[in-house]
Nanobody, 115 residues
Framework: VQLVESGGGLVQPGGSLRLSCAAS????????MSWYRQAPGKERDLVAS????????NYAKSVKGRFTISRDNAKNTVYLQMNSLNAEDTAVYYC?????????WGQGTQVTVSS
């Protein structure tokens, strides 16, 4: 079982990034998927989640209207489109898969918003 995030990097304030999370070793379509983030010295917080078939999404207040979570179960991949980024979005972003008591985490990808 593996979740591999990609797409992080350095971006200027107001810019955009698209994160991807590629899953292997399990059937992505059976899992609720989420993105979390953890800034230095802070706890890991939920950013966005999407139901197994993609019919329901949920966002943290701080990113609502700027971030969009989506999934392609055929490609075993989940995405996080991030627009209008600001310094407060700087963090390591983690992909999470959940099905009942089964929970998997990726290794994280760094997003840095700075001029």
């Amino acid at each position: 079982v593996q979740l591999v995030e990609s797409g992080g990097g350095l971006v200027q304030p107001g810019g955009s990034l698209r994160l991807s999370c590629a899953a292997s070793g399990f059937i992505l379509g059976q899992y609720e998927m989420s993105w979390y983030r953890q800034a230095p010295g802070k706890e890991r917080d939920l950013v966005a989640s999407i139901s197994s078939l993609g019919g329901s999404t949920n966002y943290a207040k701080s990113v609502k209207g700027r971030f969009t979570i989506s999934r392609d179960n055929a490609k075993n991949t989940v995405y996080l489109q991030m627009n209008s980024l600001n310094a407060e979005d700087t963090a390591v972003y983690y992909c999470n898969a959940r099905r009942g008591n089964q929970i998997y985490w990726g290794q994280g990808t760094q997003v840095t918003v700075s001029s």
